[in-house]
T-cell receptor, first 113, second 114 residues
């Protein structure tokens, strides 16, 4: 089955700096890659997603890049703010018979004021 | 994504008991999936249902079961609860079972087994 690895597990940045979180996946049939932000005690909230026919997608301060050949994708947050502090999860979903999301282990992002 | 509703939000059960968790998907969504999130980890897939049929099952014991109703709402049942079943149970909704569909999570049901 699919295996998703996520790095780093913790990340601290100064307010205004950029943050990058990286994920790799194992199943070449995966074609959908969402990113979720989870604040303490709350549900994972979709912040951006990308499909395998696209190499990059941006939404204001957030961008995701996908390299299908290398089977890795990354989340980029620019001009970080304290409210960006949360746990971020990447996930991958296969186009094969197993349609579930497989999640990475999460990155605790702390933005220092 | 605010449209996925789950109940109850919090509950405490004793080992050996059973629990039923409920989920209503976003209006118009026909696929419901269940995930278990243990503290400090990413969500783990339990079941997917589409048009009332099971479309996928994760690596969970037979104590876990689910169903989907004609109105696309869903129930997750867990029998013979163990301490290790303590977790946040998330329901996810999508338009269909297609692999490219955006998935939205509900607020979750926090289950504590004592």
């Amino acid at each position: 089955g699919e295996n998703v690895e996520q790095h780093p597990s913790t990340l601290s940045v100064q307010e205004g700096d950029s943050a990058v979180i990286k994920c790799t996946y194992s199943d070449s049939a995966s074609n959908y890659f969402p990113w979720y932000k989870q604040e303490l005690g709350k549900r994972p909230q979709l912040i951006i997603d990308i499909r395998s026919n696209v190499g990059e997608k941006k939404d204001q301060r957030i961008a995701v890049t996908l390299n299908k050949t290398a089977k890795h994708f990354s989340l980029h947050i620019t001009e970080t703010q304290p409210e960006d502090s949360a746990v971020y999860f990447c996930a991958a979903r296969s186009s094969g018979s197993a349609r579930q999301l497989t999640f990475g282990s999460g990155t605790q992002l702390t933005v220092l004021p | 994504d605010a449209g996925v509703t789950q109940s109850p939000t919090h509950l405490i059960k004793t080992r050996g008991q059973h629990v039923t968790l409920r989920c209503s998907p976003i209006s118009g969504h026909k696929s419901v999936s269940w995930y278990q999130q243990v503290l400090g980890q990413g969500p783990q897939f339990i079941f997917q249902y589409y048009e009332k049929e099971e479309r996928g099952r994760g690596n969970f014991p037979d104590r876990f079961s689910a169903r989907q109703f004609p109105n696309y709402s869903s129930e997750l049942n867990v029998n013979a609860l163990l301490l290790g079943d303590s977790a946040l149970y998330l329901c996810a909704s999508s338009l269909s079972a297609g692999s490219g569909n955006t998935i939205y999570f509900g607020e979750g049901s926090w289950l504590t087994v004592v």
